[in-house]
């Protein structure tokens, strides 16, 4: 793939080219010297690139694991025009002709059309073979009427699109936190348009979001951790009822309750083994040095700040920072602690294996009242399932399945898809069945993701 630095350069040019074309016509000197521009920085990354494909989810632009925030707005009237023809990806082939550039170039800045296959009829008609638009596909079919869960009907392309989404919030994301420790501030406005783009992919990709977060695999825990959080805190904030904005402020005070842990050195963060009682110490200061600086980041949302210093604080002040008066919780930081304590069970660490699903359900139970709230609990619990959407689980029957959606009203009984039978034989043909539906069939485990069962299921998720 292309270094960021080109990919970006192409990207200016892409929507400069479309704004001219659009202002001056495809016949103006302008247009045809940006025309020309374009199509000689094309030509010159196709040299090591068989394919250039960009993909838009919310405002945000992305090509691989790049993630182009810093365009938001300087080609916001071109990702405007995407949204508006619900055109969520463009790719580019190496045989791509002037012609044909600007032939696609003119037929974006003027077509009336604003749906992709409309537009693809149009690509067709105008003998445009390089050139070719789509969608992010939902991560599932249209719901039948009365049904609201989704279902998964994955293309490889959906699959490799939705990870390079999701891994490039993560190095994006990484490299700003890096940053807010070097100069000591952070970018809110950044930080925003992080959780902004993570809101979006929610809204028709939110399980496949989900079983991303159930694949994580990298190397810096407390990121993937932040990000997660965040995810987790707008799915409870959503099912709540609150409005957008408030919605986004969740996520935000999600993604940036652990900050303070840039503060604390990766050696004790990282230790694979028990912490001294002055490395606990170190450990639990992240909540007091995240707080002090949040406050020195420019126009920061005060529950951002409120919910990094209290998250372990607990519903009866019982956990830490220890203080000298009593503390009720804030509404946000109740939401964040749940999201914060479900993550960090479910996450595979330096010093034990990833835990069961089941187990992290009865150990959240135990802590109701204690460290979490009752109510937001039960609810967490009632959008997520026992066995999150993602989780590979063993029949009573014997059978082997994958949790592709959750019954709202039923957490112990969702909707799996069958891919191993009960002798363990692969299926040729998967099937969905309705575990709520069937009253002597249930789920007696899940299965580690580690295990050659998920490796196959997870690998062929999209046939």
């Given amino acids: 793939m292309p270094n960021k ?5 192409l990207l200016k040019s892409l929507a400069s080219t479309f704004q001219s074309v ?7 000197p302008k247009a045809k010297t940006a025309m020309q521009d374009l199509y000689d920085m094309f030509k010159e990354l196709f040299q090591d690139n068989p394919i250039i494909a960009f993909g838009l989810v ?3 632009l ?3 694991k790049e993630i182009f925030f810093d365009l938001t707005v300087i080609v916001k009237d071109f990702i405007k025009e995407l949204k508006n023809k619900k055109i969520e990806n463009i790719s580019f082939k190496s045989s791509l002709s002037y012609e044909e550039l600007e032939t696609f170039i003119d037929l974006l800045a003027f077509s009336k059309q604003n749906s992709v296959e409309e537009i693809n009829k149009s690509i067709k008609s105008k003998n445009i073979h390089n050139v070719t638009v789509d969608v992010l596909h939902a991560p599932g079919i249209k719901p039948e009427s009365g049904e609201t869960e989704h279902k998964y009907n994955l293309s490889k392309d959906d699959v490799k699109h939705f990870k390079n989404f999701y891994s490039g919030i993560i190095d994006n994301a990484g490299s700003l936190l890096d940053k807010s420790i070097i100069d000591g501030v952070g970018d809110m406005n950044i930080f925003s348009n992080i959780v902004t783009s993570i809101f979006e992919g929610l809204g028709h990709k939110e399980n496949f979001l989900l079983m991303l977060m159930n694949l994580k695999k990298h190397d810096d825990y407390t990121l993937v951790h932040c990000i997660n959080v965040s995810i987790l805190c707008m799915l409870q904030a959503r099912s709540l009822g609150l409005n957008e904005q408030d919605i986004v402020d969740l996520g935000l005070a999600g993604f940036l309750h652990d900050i303070g842990k840039i503060l604390i050195s990766r050696t004790i963060l990282r230790k694979p083994n028990s912490l001294s009682k002055e490395e606990f110490e170190a450990v639990k200061s992240h909540t007091v040095l995240g707080a002090k600086m949040l406050m020195r980041f420019p126009h920061v949302n005060k529950m951002v700040v ?3 210093f209290e998250h372990h604080l607990g519903i009866g002040s019982q956990g830490y920072p220890k203080l000298s008066y009593p503390q009720r919780q804030c509404f946000s930081t109740k939401i964040v602690a749940i ?4 993550d ?3 996450s595979r660490r330096h010093y034990r294996r990833l835990m069961a699903p089941e187990i992290v359900y009865e150990i959240m139970r135990s802590e109701k009242d204690k460290l979490l709230d009752s109510q937001l609990l039960d609810n967490f619990f009632k959008i997520m399932g026992v066995w999150p959407v993602g989780t590979v689980v063993s029949l009573s029957s014997g059978e082997i399945a994958f949790v592709e959606a959750q019954n709202l009203g039923d957490m112990f009984n969702p909707k799996v898809r069958v891919f191993f039978s009960s002798n363990k034989e692969k299926l040729e043909a998967t099937y969905s069945i309705d575990l709520s539906q069937i009253e002597d069939l249930q789920i007696i485990s899940s299965i580690p993701s580690d295990s050659p069962e998920c490796e196959y299921i997870f690998a062929h998720l999209d046939k």
């Avoid at 659009?22 to 103006?28: A, E, P, Q, S």
């Fill in 58 to 60: 919310g405002d945000e």
């Fill in 5 to 9: 630095e080109n990919l970006e350069k």
């Fill in 344 to 346: 960090a069970l479910r």
């Fill in 22 to 28: 659009r202002i001056y016509t495809l016949n103006h």
């Fill in 339 to 342: 999201s914060d304590f479900y």
């Fill in 306 to 308: 409120l919910t990094a």
């Fill in 62 to 64: 992305f090509c691989g």
